[in-house]
C-alpha cells in the first residue's frame, strides 16, 4: 500500500477541505497527516506541527524579546528575502524537524504556505507533490494595506517559483483554476468544497408559516456580515434571519449582535459539528449570502456554504457572486441579486411566495447528489493515482 503525506497547516478536523481529502483517501492507501489538529480518523496516523515556545513570564519582557525578530522578518518580506524569510519562521523550522524522516509516495501540501516545506521533504523520499492551492493565494487579502506591503509580492514569488515543481494541482473553481495557468503555466483539476451527500428531503412550507432564513460560517469583517442585517431592514415579519457563525473576533461578533439588537426577527444560533451541519440547516427555508467582494478570492468564492444549502434542501439567495450565481442560475436553485447591496438582494426576496420558495428547495434536493462530494472524490482518487504513476 502506498503511503501519503497530507500537510495542512490547520486544524485537520474541523479544515472541512482536508478532512475531506483525509476520508476520501485513508481506504486505499497509508495516510500521515500532519497540521495544527488531529483529524481524530481511524487509520490514520497524525504528526502535530504546532511548536510549543517557552515565553518568560513578564509580558512586557516577551514583546520586547519579539520585536527585533518581527522588525527583522519585516525587512526581510520588504527587500524580497522571501526565502530566507520563510525558512527562518519558527513555525517553518518545527515542521521540516518532525517530517523530514517522514518516508512517503506523495505528499499533498495544501495551501502555498506548506508548498515549499513539501517540496524540500520529497527532496528526500524522491515522493510525488499534489498542490492544492485552496484559494488564489496572491490576491488573499488584498483589501488589506498590511497584505499588499508585506505579504503579496511573496505570495506571488512562492506561487510563481514552486507551484511549476509539482506534479498535479488542484483548485476550487474555474476562474482560479484559470488565473493559476496564466500565471505559472500549471492546469489545475478544479475539485469543489462541496461536503458529503446527505439523505434528506425538503421541508415544504406550508401557509402562514414564518419564512425562516439562515446563514453559516465565520465571522469575519471582510465578508461583511452586517449587509444582511442590514437587508432584514426591507423584509416583512413574515422572514426572520438566523446566523450560526463560528470564530471572529469578539469586539466584531459584538458589533453584529448589537447592529441586529433592534430587530426581533434576527437570531444568533450555537454552533454545530460539521458533520451535523446539513442535517440541521434543513430545518430552515433560505440560504442568505451577500458576500461582498472585498478581494479576488471573495469575488469568485465557490463556498462550503453554497453546497452545504443545497445538501440541506434549501432555497438560495445571493449576490451577484459569479462562481455562486453560476451554479445557483445552472441548476435553477433560487434568486441572484444584481448587485451586493442588502436592499436589492430583500426586494428580490420579497417577491417569492410559498410556491416558489419549495420549488426551489425541490430544486436543491435534485441536484444534491451531482453537487456532492461524491463526484469529488472520484476526481481526487483518479488524480491521486495518476500522480503516483507518473
Not at 30 to 57: C, E, M, R, W
Request: positive net charge; aromatic residues 12%; hydrophobic residues 40%.
Amino acid at each position: 500500500m502506498k503511503t501519503i503525506l497530507i500537510i495542512s497547516f490547520s486544524n485537520l478536523e474541523r479544515d472541512p477541505r482536508v478532512n475531506r481529502q483525509i476520508r476520501f483517501l485513508k481506504d486505499k492507501y497509508n495516510i500521515i497527516t500532519a497540521g495544527y489538529g488531529s483529524p481524530n480518523l481511524d487509520k490514520v496516523q497524525y504528526i502535530h506541527l504546532f511548536p510549543v515556545i517557552d515565553k518568560p513570564h513578564i509580558p512586557v519582557f516577551s514583546k520586547l524579546l519579539a520585536l527585533p525578530k518581527k522588525s527583522l522578518s519585516a525587512i526581510r518580506l520588504l527587500i524580497g528575502y522571501f526565502d530566507k524569510y520563510y525558512w527562518t519562521k519558527p513555525e517553518i523550522v518545527y515542521a521540516y524537524d518532525q517530517l523530514k524522516e517522514t518516508n512517503c509516495d506523495l505528499i499533498i501540501s495544501n495551501d502555498i504556505d506548506s508548498l515549499p516545506l513539501s517540496i524540500r521533504l520529497a527532496e528526500h523520499t524522491n515522493s510525488q507533490i499534489l498542490f492544492d492551492a485552496h484559494e488564489y493565494a496572491p490576491r488573499e487579502w488584498e483589501e488589506s494595506i498590511r497584505f499588499r506591503l508585506f505579504f503579496q509580492k511573496f505570495k506571488t514569488y512562492f506561487c510563481n517559483t514552486y507551484i511549476p515543481k509539482v506534479d498535479s494541482m488542484i483548485t476550487v473553481c474555474p476562474t482560479i483554476a484559470d488565473t493559476y495557468q496564466q500565471d505559472t503555466g500549471i492546469n489545475p483539476i478544479v475539485i469543489t468544497n462541496a461536503p458529503d451527500y446527505q439523505e434528506l428531503e425538503p421541508k415544504f412550507l406550508q401557509n402562514n408559516q414564518k419564512i425562516r432564513l439562515i446563514h453559516h460560517g465565520g465571522s469575519s469583517p471582510s465578508r461583511r456580515i452586517d449587509k444582511m442585517i442590514k437587508m432584514m431592514r426591507y423584509l416583512d415579519d413574515r422572514f426572520e434571519l438566523n446566523f450560526l457563525l463560528v470564530g471572529g473576533l469578539p469586539k466584531y461578533n459584538k458589533y453584529l449582535r448589537d447592529l441586529a439588537q433592534d430587530n426581533q426577527n434576527i437570531n444568533f444560533l450555537k454552533s454545530v459539528p460539521m458533520r451535523e451541519l446539513s442535517g440541521f440547516l434543513n430545518q430552515f427555508d433560505i440560504g442568505v449570502y451577500i458576500l461582498e467582494p472585498s478581494n479576488f478570492n471573495n469575488l469568485y468564492a465557490l463556498p462550503n456554504k453554497l453546497f452545504e444549502f443545497i445538501q440541506a434542501r434549501l432555497a438560495i439567495a445571493i449576490g451577484p457572486s459569479p462562481e455562486m450565481a453560476r451554479v445557483v442560475k445552472e441548476h435553477d436553485l433560487g434568486i441572484v441579486a444584481e448587485d451586493f447591496e442588502p436592499k436589492t438582494l430583500a426586494k428580490k426576496i420579497m417577491n417569492l411566495d410559498y410556491e416558489k420558495i419549495n420549488y426551489y428547495k425541490n430544486q436543491s434536493h435534485k441536484a444534491a447528489y451531482s453537487l456532492s462530494a461524491e463526484s469529488n472524490k472520484h476526481i481526487l482518487l483518479n488524480l491521486v493515482q495518476e500522480t503516483l504513476n507518473s
